[in-house]
């Protein structure tokens, strides 16, 4: 055997499959276990005693008793506001991944392509982000109020202003409006990450190809942002479901702006304390949540085998 190929035997080795000391796996087993601890504490602890709650009359103070369900049947046929807040928050998920999403993608796909003053405008489209939802909720009753909304004076309604927030018929488009001002800022920072992160060798080849940029973007550059695709359907599906601040902030998610997470909240912490009935509603909105996700990323997961 030469030295030479004994030398590749030895470096082969060095880079072979690093063997984990006794020291190693009692670190990685404390800190993994830590985090799934965590995890089975404050995420699925929860998640399961609502499920386990949604089947009883539990109200905080009497004994637990079995109904069966009773409450999914009350909630399904007799609660009025259950089904307008359904309604609501699949029109909450619709404009958020059809309107502000796409939105989102376009002002990405703008500033990576190095407009003037980009930076500017990444921060501008960036900073609703870091407000919180109840807080977007505020500066919108600021925008959209009836008497001293800033809309209002704008297109010079003060005479004959409309209610934007007040009138049902219209109020929950103005709060995803408001929403979506928020969300499009962290889709766009979300897919401007994943442009960037683009080879620049696959769009010279497509433009030596002859392809057009719109070519180029939805046949080469767009189907490597799966990824972030991903990413971005489940965080939507997550900010449209659970969207609770800026309408409780607005007139406590009533009068046109229902929504589940509402109904959850007034029925558990609310004056009626009725927290079997509350948890079965939050199980129905956990059931939406995953419906939408796990259906995505498993059409996603078989799209990736097929090819």
Do not use: C, K
């Given at each position: 055997m030469s030295l030479t190929s004994t030398r590749g035997d030895r470096g082969r080795r060095r880079r072979g499959a690093r063997r984990f000391t006794r020291r190693d796996r009692i670190v990685l087993g404390v800190l993994l276990g830590l985090a799934i601890l965590?995890?089975?504490?404050?995420?699925?602890?929860?998640?399961?005693?609502?499920?386990?709650?949604?089947?009883?009359?539990?109200?905080?103070?009497?004994?637990?008793?079995?109904?069966?369900?009773?409450?999914?049947?009350?909630?399904?046929?007799?609660?009025?506001?259950?089904?307008?807040?359904?309604?609501?928050?699949?029109?909450?998920?619709?404009?958020?991944?059809?309107?502000?999403?796409?939105?989102?993608?376009?002002?990405?796909?703008?500033?990576?392509?190095?407009?003037?003053?980009?930076?500017?405008?990444?921060?501008?489209?960036?900073?609703?982000?870091?407000?919180?939802?109840?807080?977007?909720?505020?500066?919108?009753?600021?925008?959209?109020?009836?008497?001293?909304?800033?809309?209002?004076?704008?297109?010079?309604?003060?005479?004959?202003?409309?209610?934007?927030?007040?009138?049902?018929?219209?109020?929950i488009w103005m709060v995803m409006i408001a929403a979506a001002w928020r969300h499009t800022g962290y889709v766009m920072i979300l897919y401007l990450a994943g442009l960037k992160a683009v080879d620049a060798t696959l769009k010279e080849a497509a433009a030596i190809d002859g392809a057009s940029e719109r070519q180029t973007f939805f046949r080469v550059v767009f189907p490597t942002l799966r990824p972030v695709n991903i990413i971005v359907m489940v965080i939507t599906v997550i900010e449209a479901l659970r969207a609770f601040d800026i309408v409780y902030a607005i007139n406590r998610g009533r009068n046109g702006l229902e929504l589940l997470s509402v109904l959850v909240t007034d029925n558990i912490i609310g004056e009626a304390s009725r927290i079997g009935f509350g948890s079965a509603i939050a199980v129905v909105l956990l059931v939406l949540s995953l419906g939408f996700v796990v259906t995505y990323l498993v059409q996603e997961l078989r799209g990736e085998k097929n090819r």
């Open positions: 965590i995890d089975l504490f404050i995420v699925w602890g929860p998640t399961l005693a609502s499920i386990g709650l949604s089947f009883t009359n539990y109200d905080g103070v009497s004994d637990i008793g079995w109904v069966g369900l009773d409450n999914y049947r009350t909630a399904f046929t007799e609660y009025p506001q259950f089904w307008p807040a359904v309604r609501h928050n699949l029109m909450w998920l619709g404009f958020l991944g059809l309107v502000a999403t796409p939105f989102g993608l376009f002002l990405a796909v703008l500033i990576d392509r190095g407009v003037r003053f980009s930076r500017f405008y990444q921060s501008a489209i960036y900073l609703p982000v870091v407000l919180s939802l109840a807080i977007v909720g505020f500066i919108a009753q600021l925008v959209f109020s009836r008497d001293q909304g800033a809309l209002n004076a704008l297109l010079g309604r003060q005479d004959n202003p409309i209610d934007w927030i007040g009138d049902p018929d219209i109020n």
